[in-house]
């Protein structure tokens, strides 16, 4: 399980920026985005850079995926997305304060997952039920 924190211009982009991670990296949301303040955002970022930033965002947000920190890293590396994605590990400072703000911090407005809500395909050859085929190949790579 890694924790994810995306810090942008707007919110549009940073719900492209997770799309994106979804559709394009692959990753499992375990929540909805969490708003976070821009400025703790920045400050976070830059004690994980070490470095001072060029610029600030204006908004941000944070959320778990179900991928460890490493694959999760590995995956964002492929896409290029419309915000700064950063994946904080528990080995930095901020880690514990990000995870306390995100039990008190409420929903991202407008953010909707992809994927289906259903379990899998439809086997349409039973009549009168619905019965969902599972397929766990598919994303085995991940577990």
Known sequence: MALILIRGENKSKLLSAI???????S??????????????????????????LRTKSNVATAFFVKEDTTLSILKIKQIHPPAHIVVVSPEYRGYEELKEKLTIAHDMDGYKSYRALNAGKIDYSVKGKKRYIKNNKLNSYTE
Do not use: N, W, Y
């Not at 799309?19 to 990296?25: L, N, T």
């Open 19 to 25: 799309s994106d991670m979804e559709r394009h990296g």
């Open 27 to 52: 990753l499992t949301l375990l929540s909805k985005p969490k708003v976070i303040s821009a400025e703790f955002a920045d400050s976070l970022v830059e004690q994980i850079l070490k470095s001072k």
